[in-house]
């Protein structure tokens, strides 16, 4: 089980510190070369292959906050396993978090082909220097939240990471194939969760109302910021990393959720929001990025506490981790 | 080297089109379980006597309990892979609790979730070691090590049951319950061999846990009014000692010297930890009653 802690990092950043030499090689030029015509034919690169540094930091960046957003995003719906209220969705709600672990695991894995090890990328995490993903600061407060977060937040997911299954990273795209598939089963369990909510008691409908008014602005904010508040997007759009903008996708789910919300029975929490025929676009109200940034940079509701809970379990975890590697240790040295 | 695919954005449309459909029929009805446990509350007739309803509604309470208490460590384990690990074991031991709740329900007239949630304390039939708190992870590899061990022999002797349901979601639980073994097996080895704190925290726990083993084979009045459908798990203790003191002795570790604790959960008599596990399980679902989910 805990082999992973001696696995090497695969593939040698051939590349690194290229940037530190004002004359590049011709190693380098030729790599580059290389580089610049994978991108230009729409294909992809490898971990072996040459790559700028710039795109190497910014996918180890992207990938490694993907994975801890896994992660940390297990911890609001773990607070409704053991009072789930049926076993059936308690079997579900468990294999779904579950789910999200092993996202994290094949995330950390294409990480790591970029030549971050995992505990590096881990202590990124629980030191507070790394980021994840804003929604998952914010509280699961009833059993519907469990609907409402499978519905809304995996379905934002979904809209994201559909597009990156081909991204120009090949172990990063090969990673969110396998993902993207498992979580559209979650979108859709989350909208049964609410469908059945929204046919039952009176008590039920209004949970599952409540759930879907307080994450409705928080699974848009998931996009990033506006296009044009976006710096790093045309990079990552020259790379072929990303597919679309911010504001592209955002409307592609709007007009997704539109449509779902209506066989719940429930609505939206936004009284702008229509279809505006002219600019083909879905107009919705004004998001409020002033709290999306104070969430991020730390003074959400959960912030402190997912972080904690993390820290908690690697630190009580400890003495297992080194138990594990002075045991695989001697085993090795049984069979040298 | 990159692969030789050009435009691997082609089709990306279809792919937007596919994931947007969240009635479409699902082919994976209980993830994670092998039996289905609908397929039992649909098809064939429920337990021939009483007796055979309360010997299901055991296992299943066990099965349920333990379930309820690994599904906690989902989020908080050593490694992530531990989360998935355990997050499984869990997943297949409700699995089993529902096959068995289910089946018990159809003679007592219960679904299983009116056995999960609306039974009282003393209507749990489990045994005082699933209750047993999760400890630290050597305590929660203990237990599993003592639990998995018995239920791999008790489901392999019952899927010779006379009792056709009983034998068939053995048939299935003993495959995964082999499983749960062997992690136990390799975490007790991992932990009895790796370092000197964790063989102290292992002796602690074996220690602590000890003293419920009794419990599991113990022969009841119930086991003779079951007959052909149960087994007499007595029969099952000293096959039982055996695997566990090799496991252990590979492991450096020695089975405690300690006495037996009076435990009588198979009369509804249960530790202190049951009720704030039921508190914390049931109580969503009994604020609304008469709610579907
Ligand atoms: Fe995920
Ligand atoms: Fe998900």
Known sequence: MAEHHTKQAAAPAEGKGAHLSAVPSDAERAGQAHFDEIIAKDSRIEPRDWMPEGYRKTLTRQISQHAHSEIIGMQPEANWITRAPSLKRKAILMAKVQDEAGHGLYLYSAAETLGTPRDELNDQLLSGRAKYSSIFNYPARTWADMGAIGWLVDGAAIANQVPLCRASYGPYGRAMVRVCKEESFHQRQGFEILLELANGSDQQKQMAQDAVDRFYEPSLMMFGPPDGDSPNSQQSMAWNIKRFTNDDLRQRFVGMIVEQVKVLGLTLPDPELRFDEESGQWIHKELNWDEFKAVISGNGPCNVQRLARRREAHENGAWVREAAAAYAAQQAEKVA | ?293
Not at chain 2, 186 to 203: F, H, P
């Open chain 2, 1 to 293: 080297m990159s692969s030789s695919n050009t435009h691997i954005t082609e089709g990306i449309e279809d792919d937007f089109a596919s994931f947007g459909d969240v009635t479409a029929s699902a082919t994976r009805v209980t993830p994670g379980n092998a039996l289905r446990p609908e397929d039992i509350a649909v098809a064939g007739e429920g337990p021939a006597s009483d007796a055979v309803a309360e010997y299901a509604l055991q296992l299943g309470d066990d099965a349920l309990i333990l379930a309820q208490r690994l599904s906690w460590w989902i989020s908080r384990a050593p490694e992530i892979e531990e989360d998935v690990a355990l997050g499984n074991i869990a997943l297949d031991q409700l699995g089993h609790a529902r096959s068995f709740l289910i089946y018990a329900g159809k003679r007592l007239g219960k679904t299983e979730d009116e056995l999960a949630y609306w039974r009282e304390e003393e209507e749990f039939r489990s045994a005082h070691l699933v209750e047993q708190p999760n400890g630290d992870f050597a305590v929660t590899i203990v237990r599993q090590l003592l639990v998995a061990v018995y239920q791999n022999l008790l489901y392999t002797e019952l899927t010779k049951s006379s009792d056709q349901t009983i034998a068939a979601v053995c048939a299935k639980a003993v495959k995964e319950v082999d499983y749960h073994r062997d992690h136990a097996i390799q975490w007790t080895l991992r932990l009895g061999r790796g370092t000197e704190e964790s063989a102290r925290r292992m002796r602690v726990a074996l220690a602590d846990l000890w003293p419920y083993v009794g419990e599991l084979f113990a022969d009841e009045q119930l086991h003779d009014d079951v007959g052909d459908a149960g087994v007499h798990p007595s029969t099952l203790r000293s096959a039982w000692d055996e695997e566990i003191s090799a496991v252990l002795a590979d492991a450096g570790l020695e089975v405690p010297q300690v006495p037996d604790a009076m435990s009588r959960g198979r009369h509804g008599e249960h530790s202190e930890h049951l009720g704030y596990l039921l508190a914390e399980m049931q109580v969503l679902a009994r604020k609304h009653p008469g709610a579907t989910w």
